[in-house]
């Protein structure tokens, strides 16, 4: 039962009770797995455009942005980076004082490539009266990482990734934050803007718009655009509730109950706040040095151009159904283009009546559309791209994370574990209907994907909900078009030693 104090927590979050009582009825129930038909592939659901048709939807996708249209480059930026230092805050936790495993020798072996290296090396000598070199040569290693981890220093352990010197320039190092600015003036910019949207969480959003602020112009200056940068953070009514072992709510000390964040799922009523024609939607963590650009801006173009190629048809067909003006033999043909090209088949299409059939397309073609850019796989963790059975029956395109298989389905494990691509957040999605309205984009979310995970609160062991995530269930009842882009497009930074690939130098 919840107390009044319950019920003023969940009023002051804006979270209904009915919502509570769902999520802990889910934490008894789970979640199903999903039914899978197969693992995409080229030819298969993933397209492989040649030279000659990249060109022509670079071109597309140009002629598109020459038309005025408004176009966004969102960015999931609210992560803290403290998962990418994990070995360094282990080291200094460590009952030895010099580097012992391979990461810590390679760390310190390297740390002069590091594009924050000067900025260490100042902040050792205010706090330490040492520079690097002088602290590893009497064998202080550890007050070199706790400049970099700790607040009296860089402060990076607490900090959002996005705000971290990742690259070094002739003109100063630059953060992911920075990066993105570029490339949004790359690929994303129209009207002679770019837009740009950075979801921050509550703690770093100042640190965020004091950066942009201080940063932007210089870009600005030197692509001869205006950027409009926004900002938002993740609702407090997408938290979800913490159960015990037993499901029952878990409270903390003080008897309130415990919300924790939904996960990037969360972050599709940010999205739904948008106001664009097209959203580019990238991980803050995936950027390059400027030498390294030109496949991703091309590709990035490629991927718009497939989208708004086959958003242009698929409004067209809408509004032939709309106008009642066609015959069976139109009907076979959009068919043939919601099968084909959008990849989503009804096993039973043919035994509709054409009234029938006439409502069925409609729905498929009336809704948001996402082309995902997925890379071969080279045994990075991450989504695959599968062949997935839905709701209505019908089977479309869906990114899975292995959380959503049946592990004990030696079919769908092999599946999963020799699929030929996988999914690394590289998004652009139409958002509007073909009357320009905007579609309301929780209602494409498929409630049944969340997953159920365990964790701990001061000792105690917790059951947490994740919300079905952003590019997982919460686009399931998109139409998706997967197309194959290059290994060099994909370049995360999970840990910090990540930032001495060759990518990143």
């Known amino acids: 039962m919840l107390s009044q104090q319950d019920l003023q927590q969940l009023a002051s979050k804006g979270i209904t009770e009915e919502k509570i009582t769902n999520q802990l009825n889910e934490f008894k129930t789970g979640f199903p797995f999903l039914k899978l038909e197969a693992a995409a592939a080229i030819g298969k659901g993933i397209v492989a455009p040649d030279a000659e048709e990249r060109k022509a939807y670079i071109d597309a996708w140009n002629a598109y942005k020459a ?23 282990a080291f200094l936790s460590a009952d030895y004082d010099v580097p012992t495993t391979d990461f810590e020798k ?10 924050f290296f000067e900025a260490l090396n100042e902040q050792c000598v205010k706090n330490e009266g040492k520079d690097i070199d002088q602290l590893m040569a009497c064998g202080n290693y550890k007050a070199v990482v706790a400049n970099m981890l700790e607040a009296k220093g860089l402060n990076y ?15 100063g190092p630059r953060t992911p934050m ?14 002679g803007e770019s837009n740009v949207h950075f979801t921050v969480s509550h703690e770093h959003m100042q640190l965020f718009e004091a950066k942009v602020a201080e940063k932007k112009d210089k870009y600005a200056q030197r692509y001869g655009i205006k950027y409009n940068i926004s900002f938002s953070e993740q609702k407090p009514s997408t938290d979800t509730v913490a159960a015990n072992p037993d499901n029952t709510p878990f409270r903390t000390e003080d008897g309130k109950l415990l919300f924790r964040p939904g996960g990037h799922g969360a972050l599709i009523e940010n999205l739904n706040e948008i106001d664009a024609d097209v959203i580019f939607i990238k991980n ?84 948001p ?40 389905n030696v079919e769908y494990m092999k599946m999963f574990t020799e699929g030929t691509h996988f999914n690394p957040v590289d998004l652009v999605c139409a958002v509007k209907d073909y009357k320009g309205n905007d579609f309301n984009l929780p209602e ?37 078009i997967f197309v194959e882009v290059p290994l060099s497009t994909f370049n995360p930074v999970k840990t910090v030693n990540d930032l001495l690939r060759e990518q990143h130098q």
């Open 157 to 171: 352990g607490q900090l959002p990734k996005g705000l971290l010197l990742f690259h070094n320039y002739e003109d």
């Open 284 to 367: 803050i963590d995936n950027v390059v040095p400027d030498r390294l650009k030109a496949d991703t801006v091309d590709y990035k173009q490629v991927i718009a151009g497939v989208l708004v190629t086959l958003q242009k048809k698929a409004f067209d067909y809408l509004k032939v159904l709309d106008s009642g003006n066609y015959d069976h033999e139109k009907l076979e043909e959009i068919i043939r283009f919601v099968q084909r090209d959008l990849c989503c088949r009804k096993h039973d299409i043919k035994d509709l009546e054409d009234a029938e059939l006439v409502i069925y397309l409609r729905k498929k073609l009336n809704r």
């Open 106 to 115: 390679k760390y310190f072996d390297n740390i002069k490539k590091f594009a």
């Open 178 to 191: 920075e990066e993105h600015l570029v490339e949004g003036a790359l690929y994303a910019a129209s009207n």
């Open 67 to 89: 038309d005025g249209k408004r176009i966004v480059k969102f960015v999931p930026a609210s992560g803290a980076a403290s998962r990418m230092f994990k070995d360094m805050f």
């Open 444 to 480: 494409f979310v498929d409630k049944t994907t969340g997953f159920i995970s365990s964790k701990s609160k001061n000792g105690k062991e917790l059951k947490a909900l994740e919300l079905p995530g952003l590019w997982n269930g919460a686009m399931s009842d998109w139409n998706t």
């Open 369 to 408: 559309m996402r082309v995902c850019g997925v890379v071969k796989n080279v045994g990075e963790p991450g989504g695959g791209p599968f062949l997935t059975y839905n709701q209505d029956g019908t089977v479309s395109l869906q990114i899975l994370e292995s959380s959503q298989i049946d592990k004990s």
